[in-house]
């Protein structure tokens, strides 16, 4: 990060380190070791440096961010600071490397700039984008460093595992669980979801009836055009892993005794017309409300839902991309697809919200040399790792 004052900088990291908050690894390029600088010391080498251009307004104040499953030493961390500076064209300039402890996350600090000591300035141009790119990745391999993707990876894990958590805990306040193959018998647990869905939840189609079962793993498959099952009209129940493939052997729905055929259900599908109306609004109202909610991220979109008691089920392509989105509210037990609900909360809405937070991410990791406040640093410090530049 570019900034155009290096005795703010530099006042900031030495207040953490009397505060005890923090730690000055290296003074490279001084001819005295951390310990036996002072203040004025640190500030009269920079100034001197300065003077031999001015017109080089700004510094540097670079900030690296490390994942606390790394562990570092004090030792492990200078080093990494010290290559660092090197893959970047730094290693001969004049830079303090502090290691700050007031985040949840282990990182350091290193304030330098780019003029040389013979007066020409180092061209700082997408100096993030490429050589602190490229220095990031080689020294995550060398020194087995948890990765930003693996970070990702995991970060999207424990979300869908959150997630899973709180779908099967509001199942069981509903009174009906998830279906878990393995766990007891598949056709009782199928029979309790069906029952369950079909005589408590307000639905117009099987497709709408499709995405309620889907959130207890089962489906209603009336098999594909063509076929003697969906030429006879026959519908059959299936199990479906956490992947959302079948499993297990399917179940015909004369079996239940509740008799979810597709006879029976067309007939919920038109009873079931007018309470849906009534009861839409609710679901309008909570999306309209979470889509202009802060922060402005797909995940707070879903908690925020989740809170009123609305499942946003997404469809995505392999790039991300939403190709559709609906929604099931278990406290008003109704589905609504959001076609249905108009291009104001379909898929397309959504894909506004995924690509802002796209943009943003972006430019975060672009991490071109921007005029931010010190603070402004240290806020993307602590949200982005490793942030390098």
Request: aromatic share 6%; with cysteine; hydrophobic share 30%.
């Amino acid at each position: 990060m570019a900034c155009h004052n290096i005795a703010h900088s530099i006042t900031y990291n030495e207040n953490k380190l009397k505060q005890g908050r923090a730690e000055c690894l290296t003074a490279a390029n001084f001819l005295k070791d951390p310990s036996r600088l002072s203040l004025e010391d640190k500030l009269h080498r920079f100034e001197k440096r300065m003077e031999l251009n001015d017109r080089v307004s700004t510094n540097l104040h670079i900030t690296l961010n490390f994942d606390p499953l790394d562990n570092l030493s004090n030792e492990q961390m200078a080093k990494i600071a010290g290559e660092y500076m090197k893959e970047i064209g730094f290693e001969r300039q004049p830079y303090l490397v502090y290691r700050h402890a007031d985040a949840g996350h282990p990182h350091c600090h290193i304030i330098t700039t780019h003029v040389q000591k013979n007066g020409d300035p180092i061209d700082l141009y997408k100096i993030g984008e490429n050589q602190s790119e490229k220095a990031r990745l080689k020294l995550e391999a060398e020194y087995g460093l948890v990765t930003t993707e693996t970070k990702r990876e995991l970060r999207r894990q424990e979300l869908q595992e959150r997630q899973r958590q709180q779908q099967q805990e509001y199942h069981r306040h509903q009174g009906v669980s998830q279906v878990n193959y393995g766990e007891k018998s598949l056709a009782r647990s199928i029979s309790d979801v069906v029952e369950h869905v079909t005589e408590k939840f307000a639905y117009t189609s099987l497709e709408e009836l499709n995405i309620i079962l889907r959130q207890y793993r089962v489906e209603a498959d009336g098999g594909k055009e063509g076929t003697k099952l969906y030429h006879d009209r026959g519908l059959r129940y299936r199990a479906l892993n956490e992947q959302g493939r079948h499993i297990g052997r399917p179940i015909n729905a004369g079996f239940f005794d509740c008799k979810p055929t597709l006879a029976n259900l067309e007939k919920k599908f038109v009873l079931n017309q007018a309470i849906g109306q009534r009861r839409r609004q609710h679901i309008e109202n909570r999306v309209a409300w979470a889509l202009c909610g802060k922060p402005d991220t797909l995940e707070a979109v879903k908690e925020e839902l989740r809170q009123n008691g609305i499942v946003m089920v997404l469809d995505r392509d392999k790039g991300g991309d939403c190709r559709r989105a609906d929604y099931v509210d278990f406290r008003n037990r109704i589905v609504c697809t959001g076609k249905a609900l108009g291009s104001r909360y379909d898929h397309e809405a959504i894909q506004q919200v995924i690509d802002r937070e796209r943009i943003r991410e972006a430019q975060q990791s672009l991490n071109q040399t921007q005029d931010l406040s010190l603070e402004q640093t240290q806020q993307q410090s602590y949200r982005y790792r490793p942030s390098l530049w």
